[in-house]
């Protein structure tokens, strides 16, 4: 027994010392490709001396004699803290990921390749201007310098997860940021996705009932509609979405969680500083690291600085000197299904006004890693490329016979949208800047801008223009064949939504309703926000005049104004009427929960219990009322719409009908079904969050999810690469974070706020930013995840344009010298 032991000690103590010996080798290795931001570096590709000084948060400041000079440094210190991020946006638009992941990602690059977007930002380097050519050509020659010192100075294959997804990365080339722009894009839409739930919705429930489950905003008229099933016929009743599990790099976003944001900007006689303030928020995907990198740069024009994102040359939500500007989705219907009737004797040709007419067509290869190689002959129509069924659930609403194709205003490989925001950073007022975007094409924002004296909002980006006999008003798929639904050209850019030097002095979007326009001069039927932009509209006119600070803690605030104005109709009659209960019975628990939401303010506080309760319980209550009428359809409601609700406990023309359940024979109530939802939702809090109500915190549901999008379901990687942290606020709130709204943890915060930034024109150099993680992409980096915890907290950092601050406390300053020769020193 004892030579047993003492071999097993042996052992043991072997598989330990193995263990550590292999985790200190990974460490060496991942630990290669740190970046060391001190030191000279001789890079050819530039004319002068540039000089990039990271400041104590880890900013890159940017100082060369020549604009080329800072774009090329800019590539070199995105490269150097991003690359992995870079590689991977432009695998992805490319439709290249199988190559590193393998038949994971097939479905993914299928459709990019379906998209073309590659392709068609190829296409658009050569309508570029020259600024932004030399711009892209300098900063693509920035990057490849990192690469060079990544071969050359044995700097571990540039970022950790090379070593496990080991594959060549290609020099940086100018159409790579043209297409990450178009992949920006893609992420932002959502129209589509609008488009084929209305469809598959309308199949179930009558154009009534549609108008209560899928409302417009309230605000504005409600367009008549027909029957998708009378629109295209011969489509089933009911079909199942045809998606699998969603991968985390899958580029199209699940409904309720595109792009969204905030920003808002007061004017002269609405500021108590003597001049203008902005404050922007754009909210995207939580990702570690965020899809945001802080730089400033020096140029000619005048230095910028504020948010980029790894592989743009651009910074896309800023400031100047005399100029700030913040971008919101715009919520533009820049896309249309269409239905392609193919003929039936002849599968190569599809139906058009003029008769049976060729697909475009060409085949791409696709490589797959550990498997052969896929050959998918890629299909195009006159209304653009055909897609997969299981594209936006296409598969569900398309008749036997057809096909569905995409219309969408950034499939155009002419494309000169990054020149437009090159152009917008570089102006000095509004006018100039409003000018400049009007070659924007994709992806559609709401521009609110600041300068010196000033304060305005623009609609940058193509609005199609519609046929007004269009079948569907572009609310539903349709037949591309014919001409009323085909698109006739694009909405001239002065008719886009314009708000300058507003009489009341403040203007600001938070996806909400811009215009009230008639069809086909609309912008949108589908809006990102009915809810934020009430507190914010109360928020803004309780002081007579702003400070940075009121602009930040309305940036912060996270008050919902839906619960206070949902909570009275949901409990009206349930407050103080039930009996007393003993403890531990239902009704006293719901009795405990009513009398904690009684005395509740609607602040959504992680702290606090209420927003656990409040959000339960409305979840609850919303599957209650639709998952009779819509049966399995139900679940892709993920996110609660509170116009419905309102809707129904109000009555608005008949809605209340949803709260009696078709399959019983009485006839319930709302007040029933509010009772049951409660109930429901107090069973599930008691099974996930523990009995004890008033110990509740909202935060630690609420976590926002910071995963790394391939590393991040690893096990024992995910405990290094993941960033959790427990939030305030949620969907409804100024200081926004969506919850997932599927699956065991239906209120992780999934998309908020990556990057946080607030300017104010009276004292420039008194700015503030921040980003939702760090600078580097590094997870064994400090600056990993080093703006987290004050991004968690509501705190920011100086946004100043002040060298001698940024050198005052760097952490590191890298000389880029111009090569005289071949060799490196």
Request: aromatic content about 8%; overall charge negative.
């Amino acid at each position: 027994m004892a030579l047993i032991f003492k071999w097993l000690l042996r052992l043991a103590t072997g598989v330990f010392v193995l263990a550590v010996g292999l985790v200190t080798l990974a460490w060496y290795f991942a630990s290669r490709s740190l970046p060391d931001y001190d030191g000279t570096y001789s890079v050819a590709g530039i004319t002068a001396p540039v000089e990039i000084v990271r400041d104590n948060a880890d900013v890159p400041h940017i100082f060369g004699q020549t604009d080329d000079d800072v774009f090329f440094a800019l590539g070199y210190a995105q490269a150097q803290d991003r690359l992995w991020q870079m590689t991977m946006l432009r695998r992805t638009v490319q439709g290249r990921l199988s190559e590193m992941f393998g038949p994971r990602t097939l479905k993914i690059d299928m459709l990019m390749r379906r998209l073309d977007l590659y392709s068609l930002a190829v296409s658009s380097v050569k309508a570029q201007d020259a600024p932004t050519t030399a711009a892209l050509t300098a900063y693509a020659a920035g990057v490849n310098a990192w690469l060079d010192e990544i071969n050359t100075g044995s700097r571990g294959r540039g970022a950790p997860e090379m070593w496990i997804f080991n594959a060549p990365i290609a020099p940086w080339q100018p159409a790579d940021s043209i297409a990450i722009l178009k992949l920006l894009a893609l992420q932002l839409s959502g129209q589509a996705t609008e488009e084929v739930l209305r469809a598959r919705t309308s199949l179930i429930v009558s154009p009534e009932r549609l108008a209560d489950i899928l409302p417009d905003d309230p605000t504005g008229g409600i367009a008549a509609l027909p029957d998708y099933s009378a629109l295209v016929g011969d489509v089933p009743k009911y079909a199942a979405n045809t998606r699998g599990p969603r991968d985390p790099l899958y580029p199209i976003a699940p409904r309720g969680l595109q792009g969204a944001s905030n920003a808002w900007a007061a004017g002269i006689t609405r500021s108590a500083t003597g001049s203008t303030l902005l404050a922007s928020d754009p909210h995207l995907q939580l990702t570690a690291p965020t899809v945001w990198y802080l730089a400033r740069l020096q140029l000619a024009s005048g230095d910028v600085i504020g948010g980029t994102i790894p592989g743009l040359p651009v910074v896309l939500s800023g400031r100047s000197a005399d100029l700030g500007w913040g971008i919101t989705s715009a919520y533009v219907d820049d896309q249309d299904v269409h239905i392609e009737q193919m003929n039936p004797d002849d599968a190569n040709q599809y139906r058009t006004a003029d008769g049976w007419k060729n697909f475009r067509s060409r085949d791409s290869i696709i490589t797959i890693k550990d498997a052969p190689a896929v050959t998918l002959k890629l299909r195009w129509t006159d209304n653009g490329p055909v897609l997969p069924a299981d594209t936006f659930d296409l598969g569900t609403i398309t008749p036997p016979g057809h096909v569905t194709s995409l219309s969408w205003t950034a499939l155009t490989g002419d494309d000169p949208s990054l020149s437009a925001a090159m152009a917008m950073m570089r102006a000095h007022t509004i006018e100039d800047a409003i000018k400049a975007a009007e070659p924007y094409v994709a992806p559609a924002q709401n521009l609110t801008l600041a300068d010196r004296t000033d304060v305005a909002m623009k609609t940058i980006g193509a609005i199609p223009r519609r046929d007004p006999a269009h079948q569907s008003k572009g609310r539903l798929p349709s037949y591309g064949y014919l001409p009323e639904n085909q698109w006739q050209g694009i909405m001239p850019y002065v008719d886009n939504p314009e708000f300058v030097a507003p009489d009341g002095g403040i203007v600001g979007n938070t996806n909400n309703k811009t215009v009230d326009r008639p069809f086909p001069n609309h912008v949108s039927y589908n809006w990102g926000d009915t809810q934020r932009v009430n507190r914010w509209r109360r928020l803004m006119q309780s002081r007579q005049v702003h400070t940075r600070d009121s602009f930040i803690e309305a940036q912060l605030d996270t008050v919902s104004f839906t619960a206070r104005a949902l909570l009275p109709l949901m409990g009206a009659d349930l407050w103080f009427t039930g009996d007393a209960a003993a403890d531990g019975t239902p009704e006293r628990r719901r009795q405990i929960a009513l009398d904690l939401l009684a005395n509740w303010n609607g602040e959504m506080n992680e702290h606090l219990p209420e927003p656990l309760i409040y959000a339960a319980w409305l979840r609850a209550l919303q599957d209650r009322l639709i998952r009779d009428e819509l049966g399995p359809l139900s679940s892709e409601f993920t996110h609660v719409d509170p116009v419905f609700i309102e809707r129904v406990f109000r009555d608005v023309d008949g809605a209340a009908i949803w709260c009696d359940v078709l399959q019983s024979a009485p006839v319930e109530t709302c007040t029933d079904i509010s009772r049951q939802a409660l109930d429901d939702a107090l069973i599930w809090i008691g099974e996930n969050w523990g009995q004890n109500l008033e110990t509740l915190r909202w935060g630690d549901a609420h976590q926002a999810t910071h995963d790394h999008p391939t590393l991040g379901t690893v096990p024992v990687l995910q405990w290094f690469v993941n960033i959790r942290q427990s939030t305030s606020g949620g969907d409804n709130t100024l200081m926004r974070g969506q919850t997932l709204g599927t699956g065991p943890d239906p209120f992780l915060n999934v998309h908020a706020a990556g990057y946080r930034g607030v300017y104010d024109f009276a004292d420039p150099d008194s700015s503030v930013f921040v980003t939702a993680t760090g600078q580097s992409g590094h997870f064994l980096s400090r600056y990993y995840d080093n703006l987290g915890e004050l991004w968690r907290r509501g705190e920011y950092i100086p946004m100043s344009l002040d060298p001698d601050l940024a050198r005052a406390a760097a952490l590191g300053t890298m000389v880029l010298q111009p090569r005289t020769s071949s060799k490196s020193p």
